[in-house]
């Protein structure tokens, strides 16, 4: 089972200091952050997923975007180069494109045409590029009937243009690739409502010659639901047929999906949980852990607000902020063996900057068990602590780098997710700094 990582330019500054808490005078960001696979020394994803969205920067807000510099640059250089992944260490990176549907699903049709999605895998030199498409959010297997057309029990004629159009474009994606003898694989996107019509979508794509088919719009659907199209596709997939998850934030009964010939999936789920979960936010082989809230009182946006507006005195929340870290600190170094006077600072400091949650019982628990110590990723061998620290986007992303990492582990021993992870991520993609 292949797992691709969805791009959203998520780098780390290699100069920052966690102590200092500054970063070298001299970084240039593109030149010298890094991105995850330049991080670990061993894989922790077997492909980046990129999309189109994104680069042209057409998301809307909260969405990452490249800037004009960045996407010029990736249109020049190919995205090996751009992405520094030539003659990687891990030895092969897979690159996929999308059109990132999600983006522009209120909208009637999709802003970009075949021509200009296929130019953009061509040139960008995608391994594999999926055919435009139009998400359907809706799952109603209820709908899938064939008999019901016109009734309340039918799909809504929007939902059927929307399938209908996405297998039409398919149709020209996938002649228009051929007749350019382009290097790209093509894949075939099968939108649907229920089973039945994902397996409808999936036989059409087949026909026109598809043998690498992703499923979209199914981000939000539970494991079974997922398992139910899978069966249905399954009566109809042809043996070489392999299938592609989009966006899948369930990562349960990988093997079950194996099983019915999904090959591939990707997910931004570990790496977002990092810093957009409420509590799973440190993952291990067997569990997740909640991080550690210690928010910067200047670069914390919400706290300076309030500090502004004079409900928060800022040299009150800075010496609480600085005790935390401290007794912290201490706590790792092994300086200070009770815990009680570490809860307490963080305590004192929570009830400044969230008066409404008590999470001392969260925070016993991770630091108690202190999972940082026995993780092997060079993430948590250099930061000790500070990955459990829940403060700016340097700790926060790598502490969703490391769950990458973690979950490559877990994919690797087909354990694949536990029941507490994959469950609550679903927010857009940008880390809060
Ligand atoms: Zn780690």
Not at 84 to 101: E, T, V
Request: contains cysteine.
């Amino acid at each position: 089972m292949n797992y691709f990582l969805p791009d959203s330019q998520d780098l780390v500054d290699p100069s920052f200091d966690f102590t200092k808490e500054n970063r070298s005078a001299d970084r240039v960001r593109h030149r010298d952050d890094r991105y995850a696979h330049e991080v670990f020394a061993t894989r922790a994803f077997d492909g980046v997923l990129v999309s189109k969205a994104i680069v042209d920067g057409t998301g809307g807000a909260g969405q990452a975007r490249y800037t004009q510099a960045q996407r010029r640059r990736l249109l020049r250089e190919g995205v090996r180069t751009f992405f520094r992944a030539d003659l990687h260490r891990w030895g092969p990176l897979a690159f996929m494109g999308d059109c990132g549907a999600f983006t522009y699903i209120k909208a009637e049709t999709p802003p970009y045409t075949v021509d200009e999605v296929i130019e953009f895998y061509d040139r960008c030199g995608f391994d594999y590029g999926i055919s435009v498409d139009h998400v359907i959010r809706e799952f109603r297997p209820q709908w899938d009937s064939d008999l019901c057309v016109g009734s309340e029990h039918a799909a809504p004629a929007s939902l059927r243009a929307r399938q209908q159009l996405t297998l039409d474009l398919a149709g020209e994606f996938f002649a228009k690739i051929q007749r350019g003898r382009l290097r790209v694989v093509p894949v075939g996107i099968a939108q649907g409502w229920g089973p039945r019509s994902y397996a409808h979508a999936t036989a059409v794509l087949q026909k026109i010659g598809y043998r690498y088919i992703a499923l979209g719009g199914v981000v939000a659907l539970k494991t079974p639901d997922i398992l139910r199209c899978l069966a249905e596709i399954h009566a109809i997939r042809r043996p070489d047929t392999r299938l592609h998850l989009l966006g899948v934030t369930r990562l349960t009964q990988l093997a079950a999906f194996a099983a019915y010939g999904v090959v591939s999936f990707d997910s931004t789920s570990p790496l977002r949980q990092a810093f957009m979960d409420d509590r799973n936010n440190y993952h291990t082989l067997d569990r997740a852990y909640s991080a550690v809230r210690v928010p910067q009182v200047d670069g914390n946006f919400r706290l300076a607000a309030r500090v502004r507006s004079g409900e928060v005195d800022q040299d009150v929340a800075r010496a609480a902020e600085r005790r935390c870290l401290r007794a912290l600190a201490e706590y790792d170094a092994g300086a200070r063996r009770r815990l009680a006077p570490v809860l307490d600072a963080l305590r004192a400091y929570e009830r400044i900057h969230d008066g409404r949650t008590d999470r001392t019982e969260v925070y016993r628990e991770v630091l108690e068990a202190a999972p940082w110590k026995r993780c092997p990723c060079e993430v948590c061998k250099q930061l000790g602590h500070h990955v459990v620290l829940f403060r700016g986007a340097e700790r926060n992303r790598r502490r969703g780098f490391h769950n990458v990492w973690t979950f490559y582990q877990r994919l690797a021993r087909g354990l694949a997710a536990g029941p507490q992870v994959g469950d609550d991520a679903r927010a857009p993609a940008r880390p809060p700094s």
